[in-house]
């Protein structure tokens, strides 16, 4: 082989070289970008799909400002701690606090609690305000003497159970949208999907006890005297 052939070859040799090295960078920059790219979707993402995972679903419905003032009219006369179950993106704390309640929000979606914050900060209500990212089930409610819940009816039998043994007598319950199963309204406010229903703890608890009671008696009355 002449020199002028070992020099073409050489030179061959070498573009390919650099051309393949040149597809590995790109290569390499185009993983970077889509991984980049998924990642940043999943963080964005992930609140909101890790909710609808959970065996009860609690979507974010923005509540209607027909909503809100019905909220608001049936507990105009009570005063308080308050708290709203499922509190999306703030508004019904940020309206209690400004009527004078100290509000709280449980809300899983972390975009939707640091929302809220904001958001309360940005109306002046930030001190008599507070959200925290909590699933409900894991959450007191003792503390609160007004609760406001925005529910499926999925869950709406287990809120129940829940609410009525750890409410003190004198709290109130709004429900919004759909009404809880076995519990008896005091009254009602708004029609349609603003609809709200006020539940008075004294009742339900009442309700409870005597179910409980009731139970217990047939469970002594069908369990066989292993004396006689």
């Keep these: 082989m002449s020199q002028e052939e070992l020099f073409l070859d050489s030179g061959q040799s070498s573009g390919d070289a650099k051309e393949k090295k040149g597809r590995s960078r790109l290569g390499l920059v185009v993983t970077g970008v889509v991984g980049g790219s998924l990642v940043a979707l999943y963080a964005v993402a992930a609140p909101f799909v890790t909710p609808a995972l959970r065996k009860v679903c609690l979507p974010f419905v923005p509540a209607t400002t027909a909503q809100v003032e019905n909220v608001l009219r049936v507990l105009r006369a009570r005063s308080g701690t308050l708290v709203d179950i499922g509190s999306g993106d703030g508004r019904i704390v940020i309206a209690a606090a400004k009527h004078g309640f100290k509000a709280s929000g449980y809300e899983l979606n972390p975009w939707l609690v640091w929302y809220s914050r904001y958001k309360a900060w940005r109306e002046g209500v930030h001190r008599s305000t507070s959200f925290h990212i909590s699933d409900l089930w894991k959450v007191s409610f003792a503390q609160y003497s007004n609760v406001v ?12 159970l829940k609410l009525a043994s750890e409410l003190p007598s004198t709290a109130k319950v709004v429900a919004c949208r759909f009404p809880f199963p076995t519990w008896v309204p005091e009254h009602t406010d708004g029609e349609g999907i603003d609809t709200v229903w006020v539940y008075d703890a004294k009742t339900f608890k009442s309700h409870l006890q005597h179910g409980t009671t009731r139970k217990t008696t047939a469970d002594q009355q069908e369990t066989p005297d292993l004396h006689t």
């Excluded at 819940?149 to 129940?160: A, K, N, S, T, W």
Aim: glycine residues 8%; negative net charge; hydrophobic residues 50%.
């Design 149 to 160: 819940i925005f529910g499926v009816p999925q869950m709406m039998d287990q809120l129940e």
